[in-house]
């Protein structure tokens, strides 16, 4: 089944303590990107990728840092987390940039840094 | 840089069509727009996508005019199961050929029994 998966689904940590969300598509998809969602503001893109070891910052990029050494895998990282960073966080994978592609998003993650 | 502008809210009836514009004044040439679908608590979820005139598919059609600065998402008969937020999306080739997404904040669509 064609799906892109996140893990974790929840997580409750502290201020400052480093924490990666996971991200991996099955789909041989060269494009993938990372949103950040909250109440009233809708799906803002944090950080993409055109392709391996290819990244750049999107709207949001500022206390997030993203790697993609393999195509299926592209983490999230929080070197270290803030209470303004609690979030519903979803990443999405594309088979190419631009939006002729559709793009497939994971189930999310509810982030919450106390 | 491209932007969308959506209603931020709509309500209708079971049975009726409901019909959600989403403006995009510096869309680019190659640029598609597609329109995604979202429950709470759950990724976005494709719909439909078009690049002018008219686009149907069994779900929804998509209506763009020709100077392409608006689409229109029409939703044929809804039921209660549409209940939902609908975001329209264009994109931003910005320097480099990269490419950014552009999401809007979204229309809540809330249909009534």
């Known amino acids: 089944e064609a799906q892109v998966t996140q893990n974790p689904r929840y997580l409750i940590t502290v201020t400052g303590k480093k924490l990666t969300v996971t991200c991996s598509q099955n789909?041989?998809?060269?494009?993938m990107s990372w949103y950040r969602q909250d109440p009233g503001l809708g799906l803002r893109q944090i950080y993409y990728?055109?392709?391996?070891?290819?990244?750049d910052k999107g709207d949001v990029p500022e206390g997030y840092k993203v790697s993609r050494k393999e195509k299926r895998n592209f983490p999230l990282i929080l070197e270290s987390p803030s209470p303004n960073q609690t979030s519903l966080y979803f990443c999405?994978?594309?088979?190419?940039?631009?939006?002729?592609?559709?793009?497939?998003f994971g189930q999310g993650t509810r982030l919450t840094v106390v | 840089l491209a932007k969308t502008t959506q209603p931020i809210s709509m309500d209708s009836y079971e049975g009726q069509e409901v019909n959600i514009t989403c403006s995009h004044n510096?869309?680019?040439?190659?640029?598609?727009i597609t329109w995604y679908q979202q429950f709470p608590s759950q990724g976005p979820r494709f719909i439909i996508q078009?690049?002018?005139t008219k686009v149907t598919n069994e779900v929804a059609s998509l209506f763009i005019p020709a100077d392409r600065k608006s689409s229109t998402l029409s939703l044929p008969r809804v039921s209660l199961s549409d209940t939902a937020v609908y975001y329209c999306?264009?994109?931003?080739?910005?320097?480099?050929?990269?490419?950014?997404?552009?999401f809007g904040t979204g229309t809540r669509l809330k249909v009534l029994a």
């Open positions: 999405a994978s594309s088979f190419q940039a631009g939006t002729g592609s559709e793009a497939f």
């Open positions: 510096n869309i680019a040439t190659n640029d598609y």
């Open positions: 789909m041989n998809h060269e494009y």
């Open positions: 999306l264009v994109g931003d080739l910005v320097g480099s050929g990269t490419y950014k997404y552009i």
């Open positions: 990728s055109m392709n391996v070891e290819v990244t």
């Open positions: 078009g690049y002018k």
